[in-house]
């Protein structure tokens, strides 16, 4: 289904694809087809529209403030709920109603810190959590039910536990015997979900340096991630041409001989 844009939609667009720097003095911003130019030309030449009015956000100090004034074991829910009935702003502003997202992650986060401090419970309402990513969910699950009970996160034991170790250690093994992977796209999307708790993981550490005190080997696995997804990427057309050997290899036969990748350090270790 094709939406049309508005102009605010184009302008943003072409502001983060025509980057000052890129070869001229003023940016360049093209369309894919040709027919789309003439969209874009009177887009770009008109004035934008002035804004009616701006959204406010949940405010961590607000979150703070609203936990507090309500009962003991108040979901982030009501708070949510609170922040919506009973804002008064002016006319030129109004409350950001949370996105079917961000009410999943609070009816998430209501399941297991009913009985965390205030604080806390406000500090999970804005980690990055991605609520779409069910295996990531299960995890930190049991990261901040770990946290709950034991106030400490030991990274390597979640990691050994949930089996994205493994398929980390066998990518890299892969890749440093320059062996194509079999089957790529699960091996990636394991990696997107290893790669999304150690962020997670690492934004707790930078906020809770005691609990959450394997901050380093989090970022360095995360990095050593990021090569092995890469690597997966590009494992993508060659399990295809080995699936599929009488298709013309034509540019792609070097990737089959040689390494798509300088020889690798050791995968760092908790």
Known sequence: MEVP????????????????????????VTTLEP???????????????PLRYARVGFIS??????????????????VRDTLLYCST??????VMDPSVKEAETMRYIDSFSQDMAFTERALMLQCPFPSMDDQCKAIMGQVLSTYRSKLSVDLRKILVDSGLLATLEQVIASKRTKKVLTRPKRDLASLETLHSVLTIYAW????????????DQAVALRK???????????????????????????????LIHQPLFPQPRNIARL
């Open 5 to 28: 844009l508005e102009v605010s939609q184009v302008k943003q667009i072409a502001g983060r694809a025509g980057r000052y720097g890129m070869g001229v003095e003023s940016g360049v």
């Open 204 to 215: 707790f550490s930078l906020r809770n340096s005691i609990a959450f005190y394997a901050y």
């Open 224 to 254: 050593t991630t990021q090569e092995a997804m890469d690597y997966c990427l590009r494992s993508f057309s060659v399990s295809s041409l080995i699936r599929h050997p009488k298709r013309s290899l034509g540019s792609r036969e070097h």
């Open 35 to 49: 027919s789309d130019l003439p969209l874009l030309n009177a887009a770009m030449e008109s004035d934008p529209e």
């Open 89 to 94: 702003l002016p006319p030129s502003m109004a």
């Open 61 to 78: 100090t607000t979150i703070m403030d609203i936990f507090e004034a309500l009962p003991r074991g108040s979901t982030a829910m009501t």
